[in-house]
Structure formats: structure tokens, C-alpha cells
């Protein structure tokens, strides 16, 4: 994958976030699963390397979880959004749009 690439599923991720209409820390897992967990450190600028895998890691910091006596089935996201304030998972998304932002202004010829 290469940067274009990274730059579709941080928009996309950025587009679930913002239009979804379920509760904050649904949106937050659904952005990761179905988007964000796409785009990998290596297709980033350098300096910005280091805050996607330290944020990529505060999503899945709790293990997964399979019930054996039935289908529901819990991955780390999921779990991890599941134990998050609300304040924690608008940080988490703070963080997200920060670093499209600075994505953005490294394209942004300066004056």
C-alpha cells in the first residue's frame, strides 16, 4: 500500500466517524475495523510513523474475547472501545483528525 492509499482509509475512517449515527465509541470501533486498521505506519511521512502505531495501540490495548457457549465474538477493538469514556474515545478521535490534519499541511506548499 502507499500513501494515497493510507490517505482513502483515514478519509474513510474520518467519514464514519463523523456521519455514523450510533453512539461515539461504536463509531470509533466500526471507523477502525472497517477503515483505519488498513493503513499501516510504513506509508506515512516519518514523522508522523510514530503517533499512527502509538494510536493504532491505544485501540487495542484490550485482549479479545470469544464466548466458547455461544457466536458473540469480541476482538481487541471492540473490547478496548468497550472499556473507553466517552472522553477517552473523543481523544482517541482527536488524535485521529490531528494526525490527518498534519497529514494535510505536509502537502500544503509553504510561502
Known sequence: MALRDAMYYLND???LLALG?????ERLARAYTRALI????????????????????SLTRV?????????????AVNA??????DEEARD???RIFA???QLM???IPRR
Do not use: N, Y
Not at 21 to 25: A, G, K, Q, V
Not at 41 to 55: F, H, I, M, Q, S
Open 21 to 25: 449515527e450510533d453512539p461515539l465509541r
Open 80 to 85: 478496548t472501545t468497550a472499556a473507553m469514556t
Open 92 to 94: 482517541a478521535i482527536r
Open 38 to 57: 488498513h493503513v499501516d505506519a510504513v506509508d506515512l511521512p516519518d514523522a508522523l510513523r510514530t503517533e499512527w502505531e502509538e494510536l493504532k495501540h
Open 13 to 15: 475512517g474520518m467519514e
Open 99 to 101: 494526525l490527518v490534519e
Open 63 to 75: 485482549p479479545g474475547v470469544t464466548h466458547i457457549s455461544g457466536r458473540q465474538e469480541q476482538g
Open 105 to 107: 499541511l505536509a502537502f
